[in-house]
């Protein structure tokens, strides 16, 4: 009696782990079933693809370009129905993108050829960024003006693979990492450079050198001013690395589909980056419409910055440069961090990025008489306020 | 008394600010006392006061009510997270109580499950998000946060309810032996009565287990909705309004101790008809 009830447990254990395994293995074919509902259908549109874009951070204006291509249903006139996934602290866009989750992913060039390198086969389509954004803020009593003043000071910076331009930077002005600068992990606020704990600060234009500017200077009782802060720009020590580009599975690109998919995307987006250039307001408010908590000027602030990242864009908006694509990846290979270790080991392959799709995109959008390049660009000025708000 | 505490807590907090090193104490080059200026410890009434201001400027939504919603939304979850992982809890138990096998097979893997960090755990079951398929239902996005509330809540209600279970007088199992009562029998009346006193604390640490898994998977996944998502939105705005993710850090405090009380009401009712002393 005994041994057949434990025989019974131990059957019922064995079909259990059976059930969750078959649970497991169920793949994607089943993700189309909820995205087939289309709400807007030109005639020849009958149904939308499903399209599932990747974001790094959560809703901001950082990528305010997809959420005006998404309201104004450039999308929807390409016949996608696009849905944007917001990221996380632990979601990584190559991963999800590699593991067939998205169809589409925004990453930084350095960290998504580091998972290349990793055997994710992903390939940079478009890219949206032409410019880095990174800076490094200080007070102006710290007097660190270049890369070459971080000596002997605490840098902070956030780790994550956002931390590849300071060592490139370090690097460039030969400096030591592990003992010429002590390296601080940075929290993704600015608290730590305004307490003192940081020499210099790791911020993005667009959003936390807007952060300490929002802040009551408690000296003066008014807000912080560029005046107080002295400003290292990667870009401008001429270590910047490409960032957000738009991502696609390398082997689903061989199929026609995807790659015409593929095109209608990068299309579709790239037009909305061109509406958030012409109207930074209007795209600020779609992104706060999303549920962005960050505040409204803060936001404009962001929309503002993000734009003078892409554009003017002389060669066609979300074109890989080759010049600053060969930089990226030479300081991926050759700046080393606390370990000594570099980001990329060898150089990717030239699959890892192509203009065919951005190509074929700009000529669609050359057809509908959209500006490509943006030479007219002026930012706007964007007053901040206490909090952002 | 809480309501004291709670006094005595605030009393505590604004008596740093006023003794405390501005810029924190340092010993041997090491922060040993945080620091008391605004940026680092608000004073109590600028995070209360903060509840009542638009949560961003031009919004009529006040932080209060977004606070409200958000630990509904997590708390519904931790629910979910808290029955899904107490059934699988006292079934792992009765099943581990019965078979001395799958006591001896299973039990160091549920201690190995929880030196899992939650953390890397997240974004995997994140993804199961409109993935996954059972029996035709599609797995939600918000489920894979219950679920990780699950996973933190099972273990100590697993482990408490198998001592529990145990802990019947042999003499009264020898009796209800001899009456011939079968497994069943002696199970739902004597084992489970004679493991309330263990499963109460268990379910408590259980309840508060799934409200931790609950809002670090938010945190972790960036589910929308929820006062583990507003905690680290909030946190973003850290610098210029630090008020503000003390708003939100409250709000999950104020969830576990709901949890909390829920299950001590139920150990009030489930502790009617006992001696006082046995009651934990």
Redesign the interface.
Known sequence: MKKSSIKLAVAGLAALSLVVAACGSSDEAATDTTAAAAVVTPEECVTPTPVKLQLQWFTQAQFAGYYAALENGYYADMCLDVTILEGAVDISPQTVLANGEADFAVSWVSKALAAREGGANIVDIAQVFQRSGTLQVSFKDAAIATSADFKGKKIGNWGYGNEFEIFAALTKAGLDPATDVTLVQQQFDMSGLLAGDIDAAEAMTYNEYAQVLETINPATKALYTADDLNVVSYEAEGVGMLQDAIWADGHRLFNTDYNATAVKFVAASLMGWAFCRDDAQACTDIVVAKGSKLGATHQLWQMNEVNKLIWPAPAGVGMIDEAAWTRTVDLSLTAKNLEGGTVLTKAPSDAAHTNEIVTAALALLTEKGIDINGAAFAPITVTLTEGGN | MFVLSIVLVVALWEMYKVVGPQ?GGKLFGAGVLP?S?D??MPHIWTMLSRYGRP????SDKRVWVVVLEGAWFSFRLAIVGFLLGSSIGVGLSV?MS??R??ERGLLPYLVVSQTVPL?AL??LV??WG?????FGF?WPRWFSAAVLGAFLSFFPIAVGTLRGLASAPAAAVELMESYAASWKQILLKLRFPSAIPYMIPAFKLGASGSVVGVVVAE??????GGIGR?I???????????AKVFTAVFGAAALGLTMAGVIAISDVYLMRNRPKETSS
């Open positions: 810029d620091r200026n940026t680092a949560e961003v400027r031009g099943l019965r078979f096998l799958v953390i997240a974004p994140a993804l409109g993935k996954l398929h059972i599609e945190i972790s996944t960036g589910l929308k507003l680290i939105e909030y946190a973003r705005e850290a610098t210029a309004d630090p």
